[in-house]
């Protein structure tokens, strides 16, 4: 299959938004899925952090991210005051963090290794860009089966070390993400009971 990975444009805010309704169906909040005018200002703020695939001449998938400035040693954040409630306002083009903001694949074509193929675009991005890490909030969206027998910690401990599948974090650690910490309240999603695993991807390539 024929494909690419490029930055989104206006042209393509409605098939974006139709890969929002595949990707994240009730119980997810619906108003929670892109706008056009979301869209519209990563597109202006961030271009090159709102990035897609193309497969077979259909919109598959895509990525959006911005930069901040993040210390490790911070209390936990949310998604919705890292990303301006989406909208990138926060972007900082002298911070040290490429922070991705959400990453969807139409469920018919997550076979073909786009997500992963879209988390490395990120990663030359940091690289590029002399950063000091990618970083991102994951849904722990399998962790609603388990909430009654286990806490959101040991949820993605048991991940993590293999012993459970969860279908975000596990990608992300396919992708080479690596864990730092649980963050509670972090998104309105009633899977995940609004828990997420904040998770990083160092850039090798940075000296101290």
């Known amino acids: 299959m024929n494909a690419v990975i490029r930055n989104y444009v206006p042209a393509d805010f409605d098939a974006l938004i139709d890969i929002q309704r595949e990707c994240f169906p009730p119980p997810f909040p619906s108003e929670l899925w892109w706008t056009k ?12 952090g709102a990035i897609c695939v193309e497969a077979g001449g259909t919109l598959v998938g ?4 911005l ?3 993040y210390d490790p040693a911070e209390a936990v954040h949310t998604w919705a005051e890292t990303t ?3 909208s990138i306002s926060t972007h900082d083009p002298s911070g040290d963090t490429l922070y991705i903001v959400d990453v969807s694949v139409r469920p018919a074509y997550r076979s073909y290794g786009f997500g992963k193929a879209m988390a490395f675009a990120m990663y030359h991005l ?6 000091a890490r990618l970083l991102g909030g994951g849904r722990m969206s399998g962790y609603h089966r388990y909430a009654d027998t286990m806490t959101a910690e040991e949820y993605a401990a048991a991940v993590v070390a293999g012993r459970l599948k969860d279908p975000v974090i596990t990608f992300l650690l396919r992708c080479g993400r690596t864990p730092v910490r649980v963050a509670p309240n972090y998104l309105d999603d009633e899977e995940s009971r609004n ?14």
């Open 126 to 131: 940091v690289v590029e860009r002399r950063l």
């Open 84 to 86: 301006g409630e989406g």
């Open 67 to 69: 930069i901040v400035r």
């Open 195 to 208: 828990y997420a695993l904040l998770m990083e991807w160092k850039n090798p390539f940075l000296r101290p």
């Open 62 to 65: 895509s990525m959006t991210a």
């Open 37 to 48: 005018e979301q869209l519209a200002s990563h597109v202006r703020l961030f271009p090159e």
